[in-house]
Structure formats: C-alpha cells, structure tokens
C-alpha cells in the first residue's frame, strides 16, 4: 500500500470514521464527506483511486454518485454500500458500473479491505498498466531476480531459453515466490520487450468485469456500456499478457482464453465481429491445475493449451542460500530510500535462516522493511523482528511442548533465556519486552542461574 487515496462518502458519520480508521490503518490515505454532493465535487477535484459510497442518503443518493463518477472517470472503482442487502439494488449498481455491492454490518474487516484491495488493483490495471511503461520495465529486469541457488539457476536457465520464442508459459509456484517478477523477466528479455506488458489478477475481479476487462465491450452491450472500450488483449498487442492466478478463471472465461490461445482472436462483450490478437501468453498459478482438471473446474483443453512450457518456482524455505542475498538486495533498497545504511545482526540472519516463510520472498521484503521502519538503529536486531520469527527455533529446537508436563517455571525459565538472547542480553530492553522492571528481571537471573554463556543450555 503505497497511500492509495479513498473516498469514503456516508451520511452515518460512525460509518465513516470506522471505515476511516480501518483504512488508515492499512496505509491508504482516506477522506470522508457526509454526502453525495459533495462526494461528486471531490472527485472531480482530487485524485482518488477508489471509492466507497453509502448507497441511500439524503438528496445526491450513491447511484447518482456512481453514475457521476463513471462520466468522470470510468476506472475509477466505486464500491456501493448498503445497510440491507436488496438484489435488485445489487443489480442495478453492478450494472452501472459499481466495483462490488457491500451490506455494511454484515461485511468482515478483512473482507472490506480485500475488496479495498482488488478495487484499487484493477484500476492500476485498467490505467497505468497498459501504457507500457519504461521505467518500471527497466526495473523488473532480469538483474532483478536474485537468487544463486541452484533451483533459481534452472529458473534463469529456462527464462533465458524460453524468451525469444512465442511459447505460451505456465509459471507455478506459492504465493510470493516470483512469478510475475519471471513473467516480466521473460517479456523483458524477448523480442516484444518494447511493446506493452500487461497484466490481470484473474482471482481479483467478479466475471463480468474480468470479461469485459480482458475482452472489452460495445458501447450498450449492457447498462453502463456507454461507449466502447478496448480489452487488455487488444492494448497488449504486439507485446506480453500476463494471466495472473488463471486458475481462479470462471468455465465461461476459460472457454473464451481458449479462443484467444486457438484462433489468436477475441470478441469483444457484446459484439459479434472476432478481432485478431498478436499477444504472447504467460499465465501463472499457485492452485494445482492438474487437481481443478481432476476435479472439473478447470477445462483440460485450456489446462494443456497453457501448459505447452511449465516454469516452477521453488519455495523460499527450500533455497534457504538465496536468503542471505535477498536480505542484503532488500536492506540495500530499503537503505537507498531512506537515505541510510542499514545492516542487520548476525543472530538476525540465523532465525531468517530458521524459518519457514510460507509468504516466501513477499513475506521477507516486508519483514525487512517493517525491521528498517521501525527500529531506530542502524542494524537489524533480533527483537526488530516479528515474534514468530524470534520465538520459532527456541520452540521447534530446545523446548520440547510436547513433553507430557511442562512446568510453570519452566516456561518462564525459557521465556525469560529467549528474550535475553535475543536482546543481546541487554537488560532494560529485556525487561521492557518481558513486562516486569529490571530488578524483578535480575531477580529471575539469580532464581535460574543464568548467565551469558548459559544461554544454549535451555531447559533439562
Ligand atoms: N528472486 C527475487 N529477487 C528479488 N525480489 C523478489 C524475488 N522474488 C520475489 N521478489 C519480490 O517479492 C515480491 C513478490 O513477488 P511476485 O509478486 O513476483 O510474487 P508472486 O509469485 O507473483 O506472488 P503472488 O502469488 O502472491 O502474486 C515482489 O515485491 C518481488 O519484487
Ligand atoms: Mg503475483
């Protein structure tokens, strides 16, 4: 989240400042108005990269926002909400338009911000993304990927013999573990290199808008159509179409990429004339596809037209080599920006080293990012980081939970070695992290015994 700007428009003041809250939290920048006017005057000042209308307000309601905003601006997402949920409403906003149809109280936290979220991504798709766009080409470049263990060096070894040819590519790999960094590596480094990239999280929009998206529409192929618009297919053109997540596409979607990946054509939403389409696909996916063939929710028909060149990605857990890279690629970055070198501790990389990362690469650029925000040093200590990171070996290793009992004191004996080892045995910060004061803290140092060089010893 990079301070994305949201509009939140409510005549319930709570409603707005619970939203608002929420969203700040999550780093957007939010602006709240109290009605429909002034909701429309906003967006025709300001940029914004989303917006959330409460749908009946006094005067100005939210469909006369979202139907002022869609003339406005057509990409820029409105997210309707609604105290009750009335299907004929929910039709009629999506018909106009409107992102996603949201029954307030009984939507989720973590639900509103994914919807937020994906509101805020189709419009980076819809806008920035399909201007080819140098700068950030440059920046996903091969150079970019780092990784020396020996399964990332297969993966260099097949960019490098994929990319000049128009095979279609299959990337399969876990969530955070590269791919779309892969896919622009192989448009980057292929003969379409100067043509558009673009990209869709196929998982991050509802199907009609994922159709007319990709495919485009006629102007009246349904209310809301008021123009026609050109698919991502036709403006990638010449260039590389990145199928995100493909293997959340619905069996009416599927059916129409399996067009485009035979005839090389597509039909717009709404049209009858097929249009000829000169695009390289990458599709990527972390779903077992042979499972959603097995299971039928996945054609086979596209599934094999996908496949023709797979490219796995492996786990971070399982190139922990290339750990040690990263953190020092990530800290780099991250000290350009502020303006600072920072470092990070030697027991700092051991727990990375430790660790499971099941948000593989993802998870350790923002860890060390928090780490830099966060901590006023220079260099990365173990309590800069997260506490399923700092409390992970101790518990798999020395400490044996399983063990049929385990006393009280024991636990507070380990509990108390862990966040001594992990301050460096500085005390004041010790005792902060544990609760106590620092002579409680020296207390339990003499109770148990401990000294620096008893810090391994654990519990017998
Ligand atoms: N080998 C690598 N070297 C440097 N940065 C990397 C590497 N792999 C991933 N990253 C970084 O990690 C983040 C996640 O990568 P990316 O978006 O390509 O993963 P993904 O597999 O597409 O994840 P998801 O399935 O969640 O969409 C990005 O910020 C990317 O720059
Ligand atoms: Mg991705």
Redesign the pocket.
């Known amino acids: 989240m990079a301070g994305e700007r949201i509009l939140i428009v409510d005549d319930e003041k709570s409603m707005c400042q619970y939203l608002s809250i929420m969203l700040k939290k999550e780093g957007y920048n939010v602006k709240t108005v109290g009605n429909g006017k002034s909701a429309i005057e906003e967006v025709k000042k300001a940029n914004y990269d989303a917006v959330m209308t409460d749908i009946k307000m006094k005067g100005v309601d939210g469909l006369e926002v979202l139907s002022a905003v869609k003339t406005h601006e057509p990409n820029l997402p409105v997210i309707i909400m609604t105290a009750y949920a009335s299907q004929k409403t929910a039709i009629e906003a999506l018909n106009n338009g409107a992102f996603h149809y949201m029954v307030k109280r009984a939507a989720k936290n973590d639900e509103i911000k994914m919807i937020v979220h994906n509101a805020i991504e189709t419009r980076r798709v819809s806008n920035e993304n399909v201007f080819f766009n140098k700068q950030r080409e440059k920046k996903s470049s091969y150079k ?4 020396e263990s020996e399964p ?1 060096q297969k993966v260099f070894r097949r960019i490098d013999k994929v990319a000049a040819t128009d095979s279609t590519i299959l990337i399969r ?10 896919a622009k590596s192989i448009h980057h480094k292929s003969n379409r290199s100067n043509k558009a990239f673009v990209s869709i ?1 196929c998982g991050a929009l509802p199907e009609n808008l994922l159709e007319s998206e990709l495919f485009g529409h006629v102007k009246g192929s349904f209310t809301g159509a008021i123009r026609d618009k050109d698919g991502l297919f036709k403006v990638a053109c010449g260039g590389t179409f990145f199928l ?2 493909v293997g959340e596409t619905s069996p009416g979607i599927q059916v129409k990429l399996l067009r485009v990946l035979q005839e090389r054509e597509i039909i717009p939403v709404g049209g009858t004339n097929p249009i000829k389409v000169n695009v390289r696909l990458i599709a ?1 996916t ?1 779903a077992n596809l042979e499972e959603a063939v097995r299971t039928r929710s996945f054609r086979p028909d596209l599934y094999y037209r996908l496949n023709v060149i797979p490219i796995e ?1 492996p786990l971070l857990k399982n190139r922990s080599s ?1 750990i040690t890279l ?1 953190v020092d ?1 990530f800290l780099k970055m991250a000290s350009e920006k502020i303006k600072r070198k920072k470092t990070i501790s030697k027991e700092s990389i051991d727990l990375l080293l430790n660790y499971e990362w099941p948000g ?3 998870e350790l ?1 923002n860890i060390i990012e928090r780490a830099i925000v966060l901590q006023d040093g220079d260099t990365i200590m173990p309590y800069d980081l997260p506490d399923k990171i700092r409390f992970q070996s101790r518990r798999k290793g020395n400490f044996d939970l399983n063990r049929e009992k385990v006393t009280l004191e024991e636990l507070e004996k380990e509990y108390v070695i862990s966040v001594l080892e992990e301050t460096g045995w500085q005390k004041k910060k010790a005792s902060e992290i544990l609760g106590i004061n620092a002579s409680t803290l020296y207390r339990k140092i003499q109770r148990y015994g401990l000294n620096r060089n008893e810090e391994e010893v654990g519990v017998e």
């Open positions: 970019n990927i780092i990784g990332m790999g876990e969530s955070g573990t590269g791919k779309e960094l892969v999280n995100d997540e990527a972390n990605i290339d990263l690629h593989n690469v993802r650029e």
